[in-house]
T-cell receptor, first 111, second 113 residues
Framework: SQQGEEDPQALSIQEGENATMNCSYKTSINNLQWYRQNSGRGLVHLILIRSNEREKHSGRLRVTLDTSKKSSSLLITASRAADTASYFCAPEGGSNYKLTFGKGTLLTVNP | NAGVTQTPKFQVLKTGQSMTLQCAQDMNHNSMYWYRQDPGMGLRLIYYSASEGTTDKGEVPNGYNVSRLNKREFSLRLESAAPSQTSVYFC????????????FGPGTRLLVL
């Protein structure tokens, strides 16, 4: 398994602005998942993008994947205070059953 | 449909004491996982069970044991707790391995004095 590295480590924006966070990884993948964690809670799955996909949307979320650059980005449009959370990417590239999470991006959306 | 449940929510132990963290899922998932999360860190995998009857070590297995009691339940045991095991523990499950979403429980906060 391999670990994704999220960037930036922390991001602070105003409500209504867009938030972009990035994930880089080292080896080839089958898919990449993004998760959200609200303070003191468990992780919640947001979106899974497969290696043959370049972009995927879910509501206000847009995920892109560039396998040539080994990177992914998560865009949250028209952010809300409720989007305040840590966001983790989890690339999966092996035939095992393990996901490895990075340290995440802490997003703060100010009202 | 409760998803993934964990008990207890919070526990304080003294060094050397033992305890078992319980996890259950009602989604008929094959795979289950135990993670720990320390301040400012991502989740680190302790043990996982790809399917009923199998368990494997993750990234940080030392000091822990697990039991996949049946398809629904996956417990994590600390035989002799140490202060370094103070952490938040999350259980997760997935339908079958990595091609599927992992569903997480609410976590157990453990403090070892």
């Amino acid at each position: 398994s391999q670990q994704g590295e999220e960037d930036p480590q922390a991001l602070s924006i105003q409500e209504g602005e867009n938030a972009t966070m990035n994930c880089s990884y080292k080896t080839s993948i089958n898919n990449l998942q993004w998760y959200r964690q609200n303070s003191g809670r468990g992780l919640v799955h947001l979106i899974l993008i497969r290696s043959n996909e370049r972009e995927k949307h879910s509501g206000r979320l847009r995920v892109t994947l560039d396998t040539s650059k080994k990177s992914s980005s998560l865009l949250i449009t028209a952010s809300r205070a409720a989007d305040t959370a840590s966001y983790f990417c989890a690339p999966e590239g092996g035939s095992n059953y393990k996901l490895t999470f990075g340290k995440g991006t802490l997003l703060t959306v100010n009202p | 449909n409760a998803g993934v449940t964990q008990t207890p929510k919070f526990q304080v132990l003294k060094t050397g004491q033992s305890m078992t963290l319980q996890c259950a899922q009602d989604m008929n998932h094959n795979s289950m996982y135990w993670y720990r999360q320390d301040p400012g860190m991502g989740l680190r995998l302790i043990y996982y069970s790809a399917s009923e009857g199998t368990t494997d070590k993750g990234e940080v297995p030392n000091g822990y044991n697990v039991s996949r009691l049946n398809k629904r339940e996956f417990s994590l045991r600390l035989e002799s707790a140490a202060p370094s095991q103070t952490s938040v523990y999350f259980c997760a499950s997935s339908k079958s391995g990595l091609q599927e979403t992992q569903y997480f429980g609410p976590g157990t906060r453990l403090l070892v004095l």
